[in-house]
């Protein structure tokens, strides 16, 4: 019986469980994928006994995605560049730390639309979390020339612009302003959320052409995706990055031949409950 899960606390909101126990299923792998409730004052221990369990491997989710670091005998590049791990391999009773949000964020997109071109313009990022940072890196990689990134905080996408040279910042209050011309528009907060205040921007100028990507899947249709499909621009919605995250850790756990599918039926079960 090949073992993961996932470490967060609290971890109840975690739909992890589900999309590993749908490949489990699926590829009729004789596996387990736990979610793991574990406080702070308990995390060394856990990560200790896991690894003495015969665990392959597991994902780290919050408060834990940079606690993490230190425990991690190696760090991916994209981990490092991210600065948090959400994907733990255990090889040999080394931790591998690996950061797989970018890739979520960007084949989640490349899947969708697949004549997307991410060089076609700039793009405009809204937030200046954990989740920027990843999307920032993914952007990056994917050719992306010029990021506007806005931010409540200013300081905070400030942090960001320092570590990614194709950033430049923009005033919250100014969101609406740089919107002619880009490529791509990403919400990265967390307004839009069921229970939180919608996205206020004025999309005028943006362009028919362009695509919004909108990481919040709760809704999975965000007044900003109403908005912006109103305007005839192509949206993603945020719950294929959640699924495409997913899918480095279970076929490094599990070993997996292929990357495990993400279809519709896995994208339903999840958005049911
Ligand atoms: P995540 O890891 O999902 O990115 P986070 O690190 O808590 O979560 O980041 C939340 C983002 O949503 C931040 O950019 C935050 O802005 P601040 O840096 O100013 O806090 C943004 N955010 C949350 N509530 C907001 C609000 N009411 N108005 C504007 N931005 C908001």
Redesign the pocket.
């Known amino acids: 019986m090949i073992k993961a899960g996932v470490i967060g606390y609290p971890i109840s909101q975690s739909k992890s469980p589900k999309i590993h126990g749908y490949w489990l299923n699926r590829y009729g792998i004789k596996g387990s994928y736990t979610a793991m409730a574990v406080p702070p004052d308990e995390f060394a221990h856990t990560i200790d006994k896991l690894a003495a369990d015969g665990f392959t491997g597991f994902n780290v989710t919050i408060p834990h995605k940079q606690a993490i670091i230190p425990f991690c005998g190696v760090l991916t590049p994209n981990a490092q560049k991210i600065g948090a791990v959400n994907t733990v391999f255990i090889r040999n009773g080394i931790l591998h730390g690996d950061n797989t949000d970018a890739f979520g964020f960007t084949q989640n997109l490349d899947e969708k639309q697949p004549n997307f071109d991410w060089t076609a313009g700039p793009a405009v990022v809204l937030?200046?979390?954990?989740?920027?940072r990843a999307i920032l890196y993914a952007l990056e990689q994917s050719g992306v020339s010029q990021i506007y990134l806005a931010?409540?905080?200013k300081a905070?996408a400030e942090e960001l612009a320092a570590a990614f040279p194709k950033v430049r910042v923009v005033d919250w209050e100014r969101r609406s302003d740089v919107l002619e011309n880009i490529n791509l528009l990403v919400n990265?907060?967390?307004?839009g959320m069921v229970g939180q205040?919608p996205l206020t921007i004025d999309l005028a100028a943006l362009p028919a052409a362009a695509t919004v990507y909108d990481i919040v899947y709760s809704p999975l249709i965000t007044p900003l995706l109403a908005q912006a499909k109103e305007k005839g621009c192509t949206v993603v919605t945020g719950i294929g990055m959640l699924l495409h995250q997913a899918r480095p850790g279970f076929q490094g756990w599990f070993g997996t031949k292929n990357l495990p599918e993400v279809t519709a039926e896995l994208e339903e079960l999840l958005l049911k409950n």
């Open positions: 937030g200046a979390g954990g989740a920027a931010n409540r905080t905070k990265t907060t967390a307004l205040e």
